[in-house]
């Protein structure tokens, strides 16, 4: 069985289905609405409260709540990265390959880019690394 990669386009329902299958997330009704959502398009940057006004524009409507909690079950299975800009502000990204980000603080647009090639700081081992977030934060 071929395996699905979130963050790209995901056309049918099963493909959906699929993927939150091998993710290990059990396809409910409300996952599979909120996914279609997440993984019918291109890789985004999303947050939970533009994610509920588009689930409750396009359907029946799920409650704020539901949206956190599929979002944290997204993250936890892979599915998705979590950036914080903010204390009060955070993005969704479908996009889970390794990349930093750029915030327009007056925008408020979050964009993808490539991580500089950079090496462990000392006394750290390379291979004890699980992850590089790097944010650069701008002004339009």
Do not use: C, W
Not at 73 to 87: K, M, Y
Not at 96 to 101: A, L, Q, S, T
Not at 113 to 127: M, S, T
């Amino acid at each position: 069985m071929k395996r699905l990669s979130p963050g790209r386009f995901l056309a049918d329902e099963d493909a959906i289905k699929l993927l939150l299958e091998e993710a290990s997330v059990r396809a409910t009704t409300q996952r599979t609405g909120l996914a279609q959502l997440l993984f019918g398009a291109e890789h985004r940057h999303v947050s939970a409260s533009e994610l509920h006004l588009e689930a409750a524009q396009r359907g029946p409507s799920i409650s704020m709540a539901t949206v956190y909690n599929t979002l944290g079950q997204f993250v936890q299975a892979g599915l998705l990265r979590e950036v914080a800009v903010g204390s009060d502000r955070t993005y969704f990204d479908t996009n889970v390959e390794h990349h930093g980000h750029v915030y327009d603080e007056t925008t408020g647009r979050l964009t993808d880019v490539p991580l500089p090639a950079i090496a462990a700081p000392p006394g750290i081992n390379e291979r004890s690394i699980t992850g590089v977030e790097l944010l650069y934060r701008v002004r339009s």
